[in-house]
């Protein structure tokens, strides 16, 4: 049984969590936090040190729920294919996914905090690496157990294909067309049946 602070803490994170991936760290004031939550200044910082360690926790937050998703779409029964057609399924509709978070937190966050928050954009750097990683695994248990050969090394084809997929997010989101989206992921699909040999 979590205490009263710690579900204070968790509904802060919780509620704030969308409003600095959508604002950025620099656009977000703190009375957007306090608007949000319906607590006082104080209220937050009894919780946090400051804005930095609530923004870090917020961005948290966003890349737990992102990092869970792709562990359930990668962790199907299943060949690695089968793996691989699920995780670009997610993709299909990531902007759904990401709609209460508002939008892609390793774009938004990666991009916003490069100039301006050190922690966070190393963070957003941690994310990519860690889910590169976890589609490389995916790729090389398939190539140990005989299911396809790939061109280059597993890590180097997942760093292309997640490239291809935030290049993907980041035109759909500049541009307010999921088409961007949707076409990149369909022909990601061709495009790894090609190459997968």
Known sequence: MSTKAERTTAYI?????????????VGTSMS??????????????????????LALAA???????????????????????????NLIEFYKKYDVFTLSMGGCP???????????????????????????????LVFENGINGGEFKLPVTPLQFSKQLFTIIQGSIAMATLTKDRKYLLNTVSYLEVLIKRELK
């Open 13 to 25: 994170i919780e509620t704030v969590a969308p409003v600095f991936n959508k604002h950025g760290y």
């Open 32 to 53: 957007d936090l306090t608007e949000a939550t319906n607590l006082t200044k104080g209220a937050l910082y009894g919780n946090f040190e400051n804005k930095d360690a």
């Open 59 to 85: 961005f948290e937050f966003n890349r737990n729920l992102l990092l869970t998703a792709i562990d359930e779409h990668l962790s199907i029964d299943g060949n690695a294919m089968g793996k691989i057609k």
């Open 106 to 136: 390793i774009l938004n966050v990666g991009i916003d905090a490069q100039h301006n928050n050190r922690l966070l954009a190393a963070a957003a750097k941690e994310t990519i690496k860690e889910i590169e990683g976890k589609i490389a």
